[in-house]
């Protein structure tokens, strides 16, 4: 295995990918499904999720190609539904109504349990986000295209480490944002919400609107005809 080429692989693919993951966006989603949970929740959803996305990553890095044309699913198709999640998200947050608690009907812990946030939508498609998988499966694709087997298997290997190092540094970043709580403060967090939540809409309308755009380009690229209707010119 050439270190020179590792390392080069390894940094080009931890520098495409941890931008577009972006955990730091994902920070006020995090902080708004958890909103009164525990220390100690919070960092369970904050490792679940973390390891939800490096799974979802892993499975369309090596087979996610194959399952979306085995369902028949574009990945513009895939772009447009993450956008509707992330704009629902975005609404949910920015048009959040203040509520307390009933005396009648305390809050326990395993009430949290039931609405566990950490594979949906904190890990797809927070985390895992369309974006993400594109470029994922557009490097598989690269891959598969190299020449010689050794090369191949080192690039796999190489890519696995970045998505597992990528993981890891989201776990790193949502379990500090777990202590942003306490220097916002209840008015500063609401007003960082209501933020976070105008830029998710957002940003779920650019996917979904990618998603449109992909499908009418789609369209639009003339087809072949099939083979027993082609006659020649005569």
């Not at 080429?5 to 966006?25: A, E, Q, T």
Request: charged fraction near 10%; proline fraction near 6%.
């Amino acid at each position: 295995m050439d270190l020179i080429h590792f390392i080069s692989v390894f940094f080009v693919g931890l520098v495409g990918l941890f931008p577009i993951v972006n955990p730091f966006s994902t920070i006020p989603v995090f902080l708004s499904l958890t909103d009164g949970m525990t220390h100690a929740e919070r960092e369970k959803i904050a490792k679940r999720s973390c390891l939800w996305a490096g799974a979802i990553m892993l499975t369309f890095f090596f087979i996610g190609t194959l399952i979306l044309s085995f369902l028949g699913i574009s990945l513009d198709a895939v772009r447009a539904a993450g956008g509707l999640i992330v704009t629902f998200i975005g609404f949910r947050m920015l048009f959040e109504l203040a509520t307390t608690p009933s005396h009648d009907t305390p809050v326990s812990p395993a009430d949290h349990g039931k609405l566990d946030p950490s594979l949906v939508p904190l890990a797809l498609p927070s985390l895992s986000g369309p974006g993400t998988l594109s470029v994922i499966m557009t490097g598989s694709a690269q891959i598969a295209q190299t020449d010689g087997w050794a090369v191949k298997l080192t690039d796999y290997f190489i890519v696995t480490l970045v998505i597992v190092t990528v993981s890891a540094a989201c776990w790193l970043v949502l379990r500090a944002s777990i202590r942003i709580t306490q220097v916002l403060g209840s008015s500063g967090l609401e007003a960082f919400k209501k933020i976070m939540g105008f830029l998710l809409i957002c940003l779920g309308v650019q996917f979904f609107a990618n998603g449109c755009l992909g499908f009418v380009e789609s369209a639009a690229k003339p087809h072949p005809a099939p083979a027993g209707l082609v006659h020649p010119v005569k």
